[in-house]
C-alpha cells in the first residue's frame, strides 16, 4: 500500500512572522516609491517640473500628499531622488566609456552608443533630461540637476583633452570639441524619442562625420 503522505503543521516562531511581516512591508514600501518615482517622472517629461505640483502627482498615483512627504520630504526631494537615480546611471555609464585607452574613435562610439541604449530604456527621464538643460539657471530644478550634469560635461572635456594624442589638430580647441560632440551625442539619443531608427551603421555615420569635421 502506497503511505499516505501527513501534513505536519509547524509552530512559526514569532521572530520569523515578524521577519515576513517586515519583507512584505518592504516590498510595499518599494513599490509605492517606485510608482511616485514613474508618475511623476512621466508628468515631469510631459508637462515641465515646475508646471507639475504635488496634488498632481498624488493623484495620480492613488495616494495622499502625506505619503509622498514621508518617501521624498516634498517635490523637490523627489526631484533629488529622480536626478540621483536615472542622472547617476548616466553619468556612470558615460563615465566608463569615457576612459581614455588611446582609441579615440572607440571612446566616441562606445559613448554615443551607451547615451542611445540609455535613451530607449528610460526614455521619459532622458527626455526630461534634456529639457533640464534648457531650465534658466536659477531655477531649483536646473539646480539639482546641474550637479549631475557637471560630472557629465567633465567626462567629455577630459576625454577630448586626452584625445589630443591621436588629434593634434584639437589642441587648444578640446573644450569646444567636447561640446559640440556632447551635443550631437544628445540629438541623436533625442531623435530614439520621436520614433526615428538609431542603429550601429547610424552611430559609425555619425562619429564619422563628426571626426571628419575635426580633421578639416
Excluded at 578640446?174 to 550601429?200: H, P, Y
Aim: hydrophobic share 40%.
Amino acid at each position: 500500500d502506497k503511505k499516505k503522505s501527513k501534513i505536519v503543521w509547524k509552530k512559526i516562531p514569532i521572530d520569523k512572522i515578524y521577519t515576513i511581516r517586515y519583507i512584505l512591508n518592504m516590498e510595499k514600501d518599494f513599490s509605492t516609491k517606485n510608482k511616485i518615482i514613474q508618475v511623476s517622472l512621466k508628468l515631469f517629461s510631459e508637462k515641465g517640473y515646475d508646471a507639475i505640483g504635488v496634488q498632481e502627482i498624488v493623484t495620480k498615483c492613488g495616494i495622499t500628499k502625506p505619503t509622498l512627504y514621508y518617501y521624498f520630504g516634498s517635490k523637490l526631494g523627489l526631484l533629488q531622488e529622480i536626478v540621483n537615480s536615472f542622472g547617476g546611471e548616466l553619468y556612470k555609464r558615460i563615465s566608463s566609456k569615457a576612459e581614455y585607452d588611446y582609441d579615440f574613435i572607440k571612446n566616441l562610439t562606445d559613448i554615443l552608443y551607451t547615451v542611445v541604449e540609455f535613451a530607449k530604456e528610460v526614455p521619459d527621464f532622458f527626455k526630461f533630461h534634456n529639457a533640464l538643460l534648457f531650465y534658466p539657471s536659477d531655477n531649483e530644478a536646473y539646480k539639482v540637476h546641474y550637479e549631475i550634469q557637471k560630472k557629465i560635461n567633465k567626462c567629455f572635456e577630459d576625454l577630448f583633452i586626452n584625445g589630443t594624442a591621436q588629434l593634434g589638430n584639437m589642441k587648444g580647441y578640446e573644450l569646444l570639441f567636447a561640446r559640440n560632440f556632447q551635443t550631437i551625442v544628445m540629438g541623436t539619443a533625442c531623435s530614439v524619442l520621436k520614433g526615428e531608427e538609431v542603429n550601429d551603421d547610424t552611430i559609425y555615420r555619425v562619429v564619422r562625420a563628426f571626426l571628419y569635421g575635426v580633421a578639416n
